[in-house]
């Protein structure tokens, strides 16, 4: 395994961060542990979940998971930079109460509580804001945040879903405030199909520091080779991919993309891991593995190297937006 510095920190991390999305709605607990134990076996040391993972009335759920191996010891907790987040309403589903979801003080402070509990374990390495709370001012969210790292039960913040004027904002009154290191990373939505991060997001995290992560690095299997697996398989393509692919120009513009890869012998999942592993600002891809086959297929593409003639051709079928401001000024 690769490792990388979460942004500006001086935590290490691996190149792949292993998603738990999964696990409760698509992954049992047993499988859910196997593949936790088989990220570690090949030293994967960063996971990210959510305390709403689990969905509906199972919110929670997926923490309970992660927090059932954690106590089977071993050095699971230590060996895992653990990153979760906060925002989603957590409370009974039909009637919700006031202040159990998004980013005000008195939830910040509920919800970490409630995580910890579920994850059995005392600090959250990473605790990111799972979507902007436009209600709440950055000085009380801060305020709330270094209650809990002088506390110790977490020590770094983090963003999800962010825009780069919201990191910005964050940082600057983080800055105003003394004493509070502010946002560390965001986790956006970036992959080739969807370029937009670069225009924006990216280059806010890269100015303040933050480590990219990206979420749904194969867009929901479109990049994942979904049209030689119909051709092969049968297995017809579903939810996002369906969508997508119902579209002529854009199963035209997979099919080149695969075309491609098969070309260069290359598989488009990985291949698609390993082109994020090369941007600038990404610490990591998260990864969310149904299967312990899963995980070792987005392994590989850790040490995959992508040549020159590859990565020009990927920018020629998935084109980004350019630098910014030119991409949108002139």
């Given at each position: 395994?690769?490792?990388t ?5 001086g935590?290490?991390v ?12 698509q ?29 509906g ?6 923490e309970?998971i ?11 907790r ?38 910890l509990?579920r ?31 002088q ?7 983090g963003?999800s ?33 969807e ?18 992560i ?8 479109l990049l ?35 075309d ?8 488009p999942?990985?291949a698609?891991?390993a ?10 891809p ?5 299967t ?6 987005a ?6 190297e ?25």
């Amino acid at each position: 395994m690769k490792y990388t510095q979460l942004g500006r920190t001086g935590l290490k991390v691996s190149r792949l961060v292993l998603g738990t999305m999964n696990f409760g709605p698509q992954t049992d607990e047993a499988d859910s542990h196997a593949i936790m134990d088989a990220a570690l076996d090949a030293e994967l040391n960063f996971f990210d979940t959510a305390n709403v993972y689990g969905w509906g009335e199972n919110k929670g759920r997926t923490e309970s998971i992660i927090g059932n191996w954690f106590a089977k010891g071993g050095d699971r907790r230590d060996k895992v930079v653990l990153a979760t987040k906060v925002y989603g309403n957590m409370g009974a589903e039909g009637a919700p109460w006031p202040n159990q979801d998004k980013l005000s003080a008195l939830n910040i402070r509920r919800a970490v509580d409630a995580s910890l509990k579920r994850l059995q374990t005392d600090y959250i390495d990473l605790y990111q804001f799972h979507h902007v709370d436009r209600n709440t001012p950055f000085e009380e969210i801060w305020q709330a945040i270094d209650v809990l790292v002088q506390q110790g039960k977490i020590l770094y913040a983090g963003s999800s879903n962010f825009p780069g004027y919201k990191i910005a904002q964050a940082n600057e009154i983080a800055a105003r405030r003394g004493g509070t290191i502010g946002l560390v990373s965001e986790q956006c939505l970036y992959n080739l199909a969807e370029r937009r991060a670069e225009m924006e997001v990216i280059p806010a995290a890269e100015e303040y520091g933050l480590g990219v992560i990206p979420w749904s690095p194969l867009h929901g299997g479109l990049l994942g080779g979904v049209i030689k697996k119909e051709v092969e398989g049968g297995r017809r393509a579903s939810g996002r991919s369906a969508d997508a692919l119902a579209s002529t120009a854009v199963r035209a513009q997979i099919q080149a993309y695969e075309d491609l890869l098969e070309k260069h012998g290359l598989e488009p999942g990985e291949a698609a891991l390993a082109w994020l592993l090369t941007r600038p600002g990404v610490t990591g891809p998260i990864v969310g593995p149904r299967t312990a086959e899963q995980l070792g297929s987005a392994l590989r593409a850790v040490e995959l190297e992508l040549s020159q003639e590859v990565l020009e051709g990927l920018d020629e079928i998935f084109p980004g937006p350019g630098p910014s401001p030119e991409a949108f000024a002139w």
